[in-house]
């Protein structure tokens, strides 16, 4: 969904970027290199986030180099500046992965001004076919929904067959392994909406909202809540009370936080919810440290399922 202005990622634009002489990228390799004696030149890719990168990299497998652009668990990416060796690193790239929906216009943007408009640009929310439903905003936080994760993994591995003919077999084979991780996920979320499908819980943004509506959660905090907190605005006193009285009067079962952009309001319900004994459960926007996505999402949903048995 398109993003206020305050909220909107930063870009540093000074034309003095595109005479930067380096990059920090990334050259961990994936699953399957595709084999042969000698080692070709890796395809360049960018994601704006870790979590696009840690896919792109499981695709890529050491075919590869992928530079995360956002990859701090600390950062909340709504606030982002980008730098000048991300300028440099997307001017060079000849794969992108972008999340779209207004979340990160900064991609596009640099692309444009480091004159790159070679590069094949894989945007998440345009593959997911997503958009804001009437009267509403799109929930741009597709990574949370595993069928447009899937898509997307085979966007990249064409992409990549088509910066590197020669690993196009080993792009397929890693792209078809990594989605076959992704059925059990998909199978978790079906076993708690068999066990709680249509249990209320609060949140304080959407990022969650792909997969508790997949797990058959109904989301019961008032939309003016989540979309200033989203916004950076101030809820009204009226809305705030409105919503901490979900965990007095033990109308949710779970409050899914997003420990990424904290404030004095998320504060408060999350200790509303602590105090009416409602079990908490941290979400993040990007890979935790220590963690890649498949395994990222299976904490996630091991979590939630723990809150709502409690």
């Known amino acids: ?24 990228s990334s050259s961990d390799s994936g699953p399957d290199s595709g084999g042969g004696k000698s080692t070709p030149a890796r395809v360049a890719v960018v994601a704006s986030t870790n979590v696009w990168g840690d896919i792109a ?36 790239a000849k794969v ?14 640099m692309l444009k001004s480091g004159h790159n408009d070679s590069a094949e640009v894989i945007n998440a929310v345009r593959v997911s076919g997503k958009t804001a439903p009437e009267g509403g905003e799109l929930n741009e936080h ?11 993994a085979d966007r990249i591995s ?44 609060a949140i304080t943004e959407p990022v969650p909202l792909y997969m508790t509506e997949a797990s058959g959660l109904v989301n019961r905090t008032p939309a003016q809540f989540s979309e200033a907190i989203e916004e950076g605005d101030d809820v009204s006193p009226r809305v705030l009370e409105e919503s901490l009285a979900l965990f007095g009067d033990k109308k949710v079962k779970a409050l899914v936080y997003n420990e990424q952009t904290s404030g ?47």
């Not at 992108?96 to 943007?109: A, K, Q, S, T």
């Open 142 to 152: 597709v990574w949370y929904d595993f069928p447009t994760v899937a898509q997307v």
């Open 158 to 201: 064409a992409a990549l067959a088509k910066a590197d003919p020669g690993g196009a077999k080993a792009f397929t084979r890693n792209a078809a392994a990594f989605k076959a991780k992704l059925a059990p996920l998909e199978a978790r979320e079906a076993q708690i909406k068999k066990a709680h499908g249509g249990e209320g819980i």
């Open 264 to 310: 004095p309001q998320t504060a408060k319900a999350e200790a509303a919810a602590k105090a009416a004994g409602i079990p908490v459960v941290p979400v993040t926007e990007t890979l935790p440290k220590g963690k890649d996505y498949l395994g990222w999402m299976t904490s996630n949903l091991d979590a939630l399922a723990g809150a709502l048995a409690k």
């Open 57 to 92: 990299r499981r695709i890529g497998g050491d075919r590869v180099d992928v530079t995360s652009v956002i990859s701090d668990p600390d950062q909340d990416p709504h606030s982002y500046e980008a730098d000048p060796q991300n300028q440099l690193a997307l001017s060079k």
């Open 1 to 24: 969904m398109p993003l206020s202005t305050s909220r909107r990622i930063a870009l540093l634009t000074s034309a003095s970027l595109a005479l930067l002489a380096g990059c920090g």
């Open 96 to 109: 992108v992965v972008e999340n779209g929906g207004g979340y990160d216009d900064f991609v596009d943007r």
